[in-house]
């Protein structure tokens, strides 16, 4: 075990590996995540970790609505829970599936798979140890012969396994892993190409501490998680690199905040810390913003403490990582971003990147759900710049066009995705509104376009009680993949 300091540039970590207990797939090239029939439209995951499944509460389950030339496919869908047939374990109070999601190819078959957790979900004797799944992309959508992750054998009871998690070939061997984080350390898990194999088996297991002080992120394990993880290409145009940020305002200074760029080490078993910002962790999400071939990273910062309002930190990529001397800082006041800084705004509360126009730069969605009256979400469109206010955009559920009515606690916002559902080469936005209705929830969907979002040519809305769900606590929009 390691502590996670400023140290990091030295820090190699192991892998737990994992065999891949899959149908058989020939070599192909890996697909796009969240494309899970490998059709070319990216699909939509939503959880529900909050969810009722038969008459037991806070059990969980995932939606999962797949993208048409038309957007989402809202008639194509499936639920997911842990008493799906196929799916391992058993829908149990307050286990809450779906809690996070992360998406790769992880076998290589040219279909996306889909990685969900369930943090509370006990093992033997041990309470709320935390489960992870692996459901497995097919020609028809995800299949529910699911897939037990193995959570390390050495996790002590409370830790909450999957309260974050990436995936992606982190160790550049030609599998995808994943990478989670629980209330004191983070692993990751290395895919092995099993095929076959009649069952996980661990091949090493190395837990990394994560910093801060323990009573504090016992603390913070009750509700949203301090620590984020995230997978994105940043030195490479062909290898993701994992992104660890984390923001603990009641650790000591040296270990409070941190945002570290992990990527292969010495060998394909270990991953090495490849630069490291001291600097408030949050939110992340990796893209070419300025079009020069690296990932820049963007880091929410959606608390009010320093950043009245909240504000997003971009870090310039490069082949060495991101450094704090490259650095842009966007809040509601940068010129051009429409609006202004309010106290309790949370601008940056979520990030998403994608090319929503269609120019070849990357683009960046940030949520801001405390801007009254119910949230909004906000586009930052790249440039050879970089990300900045020109040409910025927002919407609300006041927007011409997009469905529904803004009201206090809807939470608009609070979540956001930028995938390419309609296969145009553009990103499209789904914004989560996870307070609408109390417990329900909704998410939007609006096209992209060449004009960015607005005006809005295409929208649609979804909450749970179109897909049959109603009143079980689904809150829609409090996870989504992407």
């Known amino acids: 075990m390691r502590l996670l300091t400023r140290a990091l540039a030295s820090t190699t970590v192991g892998a737990l590996a994992f065999a891949l207990v899959t149908p058989t797939a020939d070599a192909a090239v890996a697909a796009r995540p969240y494309d899970f029939d490998g059709d070319g439209h990216r699909d939509l995951v939503i959880g529900s970790p909050a969810a009722t499944v038969g008459k ?71 309470k709320n140890v935390g489960s992870i799944t692996v459901f497995w992309g097919t020609k028809s959508g995800l299949s529910t012969n699911a897939h037990a992750v193995p959570v390390d054998p050495e996790m002590p009871a409370g830790e909450r396994s999957g309260l974050a998690l990436a995936a992606g070939d982190f160790n550049r061997a030609g599998t995808g892993d994943i990478a989670y984080t629980t209330v004191h350390y983070w692993d990751w898990h290395m895919g092995d190409g099993g095929g076959y194999a009649a069952r996980a088996r661990v091949l090493s297991s190395h837990l990394t501490r994560l910093p801060g002080h323990p009573a504090a992120a016992r ?88 950043h009245r309002g909240g504000q997003i930190t971009v870090y310039k990529g490069s082949a060495t990582g991101i450094s704090a001397a490259a650095k842009t800082v966007v809040t509601a006041d940068t010129p051009g971003v429409p609006g202004t800084r309010t106290a309790g705004g949370r601008f940056g509360a979520d990030l998403s990147a994608g090319d929503v126009n269609g120019d070849g730069r990357t683009d960046l969605a940030a949520g801001a759900p405390g801007v009254k009256p119910g949230g909004y979400a906000y586009l930052l469109l790249g440039s050879a710049a970089g990300i900045g206010g020109q040409g910025a955009q927002w919407l609300s559920q006041d927007t011409a066009g997009v469905p529904g009515t803004a009201k206090p606690g809807d939470l608009f916002g609070g979540q956001v995705t930028l995938l390419d559902h309609v296969r145009e080469r553009r990103a499209d936005l789904v914004a989560g509104a996870p307070g609408e209705g109390g417990t329900e929830g909704s998410v939007a969907w609006v096209k992209g376009r060449a004009s960015g979002l607005l005006p809005v040519a295409a929208a649609t809305g979804h909450t749970p009680t179109s897909f049959g769900l109603g009143g079980r606590g689904a809150r829609f929009g409090l996870v989504l993949g992407g």
């Open 56 to 126: 037991v509460r806070g059990a969980g389950l995932v939606t999962v609505v797949y993208g048409s030339a038309s957007g989402l496919n809202g008639g194509r869908r499936q639920i997911l829970s842990q008493d799906t047939k196929g799916v391992p374990g058993g829908a149990e109070t307050d286990d809450h599936f779906g809690y996070a999601v992360a998406s790769a190819d992880l076998n290589n078959d040219g279909r996306a798979d889909l990685v969900v957790s369930a943090p509370d979900e006990d093992t033997g004797k041990k």
């Open 219 to 306: 603390a913070a394990a009750g509700g949203a998680s301090t620590t984020f993880v995230q997978s994105g290409n940043v030195t490479s145009g062909k290898y993701p690199s994992l992104v660890l940020a984390w923001h603990d305002p009641s650790a000591a200074p040296k270990d409070r905040d941190g945002v570290a760029l992990f990527e292969r080490g010495k060998n394909a078993r270990t991953l090495a810390a490849r630069s490291f910002v001291k600097a408030e962790g949050g939110p992340s999400a990796v893209g070419d913003f300025n079009g020069d071939g690296f990932g820049d990273v963007a880091v929410g910062q959606p608390g009010d403490t320093g």
